[in-house]
C-alpha cells in the first residue's frame, strides 16, 4: 500500500486526478471504477479542467460506479448517476454508453445486483477503481459487521445513514431504505485501487482501516491486502499516523 501525503484537499484532488489520468493516457480503453460523495468532486473537476485543456480523451474509456440508491430514478438529483452526470460524465467526452451504474429503478434486488456483476464481467473488470472513506470505514455500501461480500448486494442502510441523508431529501420518507452496491470481492479484484481521502474527522478511521487490523468491522482494512492500492490523503486525515 502507498500512501501519498498531500498539504490539503486541493493537493489531494490534483495528486488524484494525475493518477486517473496517467492510466487513461496509458490505456485509452480502460475501465474506471468511480465513486460519489463529496471527497472525489474536486478530482472530478481536475478531470474535466484536463480534459477541457486537450490533456484527455475519454472517448474509448469505460466506467463502472460503486453504488446507487434503490428507487431513485437517474432523473432524482440525489441519485448517483445524476451526480456522476453533474459533475463528469456531462462534462467530458465519454460516450454515456459505456458508463454504468446498479440500475436504482430495478425493484428486483437479486436481479438488479445480478444484473450488474454481468455488466462488470463483461467489460472485462476494473482497470482502476476509486474510492472515498466512510467515516465508519465502510467503502460502497459495504458497511461494518457483515461479512466481507463479494459480489454486488442489496443493503439496508442503517438508521444513522438514513437519518445524515435526510436534510438533502424534501421529507425522511423520501430517504431511500436500499442501495445496490458493488461488492469487496469485486472491489478487490480491481487491477489498481485509488483512496481519496480530506479532512481531520477521517483522521481516526485512516489510522484504523490502514495500520490496524484487517477486520469486517472496518471493511476498508481489507484493501491493505490488495496489490496495488494506492491512498492519497491529505496531512488533515494522516494526523494520527506517523
Ligand atoms: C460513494 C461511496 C461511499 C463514499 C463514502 C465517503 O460512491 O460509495 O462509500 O465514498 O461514504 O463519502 P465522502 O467522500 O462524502 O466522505
Same mark, same amino acid.
Given at each position: 500500500?502507498k500512501i &501519498?501525503?498531500t =498539504?490539503? $484537499?486541493d493537493d489531494?484532488s490534483r495528486k %488524484?486526478?494525475?493518477i &486517473?489520468?496517467?492510466?487513461?493516457i496509458? =490505456? ?5 471504477g /468511480?465513486?460519489? @460523495?463529496s471527497?472525489?468532486i474536486?478530482?472530478y473537476?481536475?478531470?474535466? =479542467?484536463?480534459?477541457?485543456e ?8 469505460? +466506467?463502472v460506479?460503486l453504488d ?10 440525489? +441519485?448517483? $448517476?445524476y451526480?456522476m452526470?453533474?459533475?463528469?460524465? +456531462? ?5 454515456t =454508453?459505456?458508463?454504468f451504474?446498479?440500475?436504482g429503478?430495478?425493484p ?10 454481468q455488466i462488470i %464481467? ?8 476509486? /474510492?472515498g472513506?466512510?467515516?465508519n ?9 457483515t461479512a466481507?461480500? %463479494? ?6 442502510? #442503517?438508521?444513522? #445513514? ?6 438533502f431529501?424534501a421529507s425522511i420518507?423520501?430517504v431511500?431504505?436500499?442501495?445496490y452496491?458493488? @461488492?469487496i470481492? #469485486?472491489?478487490?479484484?480491481?487491477k489498481?485501487v485509488?483512496?481519496?481521502?480530506s479532512?481531520?474527522?477521517k483522521? %481516526?478511521i485512516?489510522k484504523?482501516a490502514?495500520?490496524?487490523? &484487517?477486520?469486517?468491522?472496518?471493511p ?7 496489490r ?9 486525515a494522516l494526523s494520527?499516523?506517523?
Open positions: 500500500m &501519498i501525503r =498539504k490539503d $484537499y489531494m %488524484a486526478a494525475n &486517473i489520468a496517467a492510466q487513461v496509458m =490505456k485509452p480503453d480502460c475501465v474506471l /468511480l465513486a460519489t @460523495g471527497t472525489p474536486g478530482t473537476a481536475r478531470l474535466v =479542467k484536463q480534459y477541457q486537450g490533456d484527455l480523451d475519454f472517448s474509448q474509456v469505460t +466506467s460506479n446507487e440508491y434503490k428507487g431513485l430514478t437517474k432523473d432524482n438529483d440525489q +441519485s448517483y $448517476y451526480f452526470n453533474d459533475h463528469l460524465f +456531462s462534462k467530458v467526452n465519454i460516450d =454508453k459505456h458508463t451504474l446498479p440500475d429503478t430495478e428486483d434486488s437479486e436481479k438488479a445486483c445480478r444484473e450488474y456483476d %464481467a463483461g467489460v472485462g473488470g476494473v482497470d482502476l477503481q476509486l /474510492l472513506l466512510g467515516h470505514g465502510h467503502i460502497g455500501f459495504n458497511e461494518p459487521g466481507f461480500v %463479494a459480489r454486488t448486494n442489496c443493503v439496508d442502510l #442503517t438508521e444513522s #445513514t438514513i437519518q445524515a441523508n435526510k436534510r431529501f420518507e423520501d431511500p431504505r436500499q442501495a452496491t458493488m @461488492g470481492g #469485486t472491489i478487490m479484484l480491481a489498481k485509488l483512496v481519496v481521502v479532512g481531520a474527522d483522521a %481516526a485512516v484504523k490502514f495500520f490496524g487490523a &484487517i477486520t469486517p468491522e472496518v476498508a482494512s481489507v484493501l491493505q491486502l490488495h496495488d492500492v494506492t491512498v492519497v490523503a491529505d496531512e488533515a494520527e499516523v506517523e
